[in-house]
């Protein structure tokens, strides 16, 4: 029992997964910090597009056909 606690006590890769744990964490924060910065700007765009879309959809006549020609 005593050579398991003196086993663990000198392995190192427990430490080093806690490390790369602890690293993938302070990533997933600065990921969401700088998503939410942005979120904001992002949306303002989008809904731009989207509202001139809109416009630009109800100014072709909306008829709803293949756009192709009738005789």
Not at 28 to 57: D, H, M, N, P, Y
């Amino acid at each position: 029992m005593r050579n398991f606690f003196e086993r663990l006590l000198s392995e190192e890769r427990g430490a080093t997964a806690i490390e790369y744990g602890l690293i993938a964490g302070l990533i997933a924060v600065v990921i969401i910090g700088a998503l939410t910065v942005t979120g904001t700007s992002l949306k303002s765009v989008f809904e731009s597009v989207s509202g001139q879309l809109e416009e630009v959809a109800g100014n072709s006549g909306g008829s709803g056909g293949s756009g192709a020609a009738t005789p």
